[in-house]
């Protein structure tokens, strides 16, 4: 049985460009960037050479990129970092409800500990938040605004333009936790006037382990992990190498064609989700449905099971998921879906199904074969 992978926004399988550039560096080019020796030095330059690539990728300077080893890390980076470093700014700090955990329980561990005050913005049943409640949110003393350019569950996009001009009219610090955006959508700091920005490189057909954050000139960040003097005295530990380089092709890679990859996406979306619509009743598409990320469908299909969707769905070689991959494992309904005001006690079943680069358009006719007659079996 040939296997199907629509769960891209979960992890992506790393491209063939990004595997090829870092094989040098994770065989021959074994050096440490920081010693002083001709395997460092060559290191240090393709490591350099990375930060400014991706800095490109971001239209940001080579200086305000620091490597990180995900987008956990970078969004307790920013956010402990931010407002450790910025206290004369105030401590409120607004966020979604729809917020990754890595940054939902972080400001709720911070709140705990007496050092800000947080309010969490209700979304609508699109799961975007209301520029109108951010602006009644506002006080005196509000130093950060936290909000994601996508979502990682439903794929809908946050008007994070309007709130980053928004911000920067302030002097507010802006943080988006763009890990679901990066290479799938142009991004661009300037025009987000962000400054703050966290991407992964698993989610856009790089390396796992290894991510970046953008900091912008000026702004005062306090490192999260301290020890060395690696990425400027901002995060200690030597770098990932071969990481940032294959990071940095696969993010390359990505923009190079996204023109064209968004098209196809989008095609393969529509014919999705019209499958799905036109072969299965009693079934909600979730997210917006135009203001969104192509390559995430999401569904809910009423009186099934997720676990058991999602275990038929496999032993047919499908490989999907219920939402994030974070969350996995857990009894407790999506957050996120809550927040949408989309449960409410109904018995059902949210499928997310995520495309990728190598995602093809037979993939797509199989599982519209599979899934109807998958979810009439679980119904029956």
């Known amino acids: ?32 960037p920081s010693s002083l020796h001709s395997y460092a030095r060559s290191s240090r330059k393709a490591l350099e050479q990375a930060r400014s690539r991706i800095a490109g990728c971001l239209h940001a300077e080579d200086g305000e990129i620091v490597f990180t080893s995900g987008g956990s ?30 940054v939902l329980n972080t400001l709720s561990a911070l709140e705990r500990q007496g050092i800000i005050e947080v309010t969490v913005l209700p979304v609508d049943g699109y799961g975007r938040v209301s520029v109108v409640d951010l602006v009644e949110a506002l006080r005196p003393d509000t130093m950060l605004v936290s909000l994601m350019l996508a979502n990682n569950e439903v794929g ?18 802006f943080h988006t936790d763009a890990v679901q955006a990066a290479g799938h959508m142009p991004l661009d700091v300037q025009a987000l006037q962000a400054d703050l920005v966290t991407i992964s490189a698993h989610k856009f057909h790089g390396p796992r382990g290894v991510g970046a954050v953008y900091v912008r000139r000026g702004v005062a960040v306090s490192p999260l992990i301290t020890g060395g003097e690696q990425e400027k005295h901002r995060r200690a530990g030597t770098e990932n190498v071969p990481g940032a380089i294959g990071m940095a092709e696969a993010l390359s890679e990505q923009n190079e064609d996204m023109e064209e ?19 299965i009743s009693d079934c909600q598409l979730t997210g917006h449905p135009l203001e969104r990320l192509f390559g995430v469908v999401s569904f809910l299909f ?6 058991e969707l999602l275990a038929l769905l496999d032993m047919q070689g499908i490989a999907a998921s219920a939402g994030s991959a974070c969350t996995a494992g857990s009894n407790e309904p999506s957050r996120v879906l809550q927040a949408m005001g989309l449960l409410n006690g109904r018995r059902c079943a949210p499928l997310r199904l995520s495309m990728g680069r190598y995602t093809r358009a037979e993939e797509i006719e199989r599982v519209l074969y599979v899934l109807p007659k998958t979810v009439a079996r679980l119904r029956g």
Request: hydrophobic share 35%; charged share 25%; with cysteine.
């Open 302 to 307: 009423e009186g099934v099971s997720a676990d």
């Open 1 to 32: 049985m040939d296997r199907i992978y629509l769960d891209n926004a979960a992890t992506t399988r790393l491209s063939r460009r990004a595997l090829a550039a870092m094989l040098p560096y994770m065989e021959g080019e074994q050096g440490n």
């Open 156 to 173: 809908s996009l946050q008007p994070v333009s309007s709130v980053g001009a928004l911000c920067r009219e302030r002097g507010i610090l």
């Open 261 to 279: 990859e968004q098209a196809r996406l989008r095609a393969l979306w529509d014919t999705l989700t019209q499958g799905i619509l036109h072969a």
């Open 73 to 102: 890390e970078g969004n307790n980076y920013l956010l402990r970092g931010a407002i450790e470093g910025n206290r004369s700014r105030g401590r409120h700090v607004i966020t979604s409800a729809v917020e990754h955990p890595s």
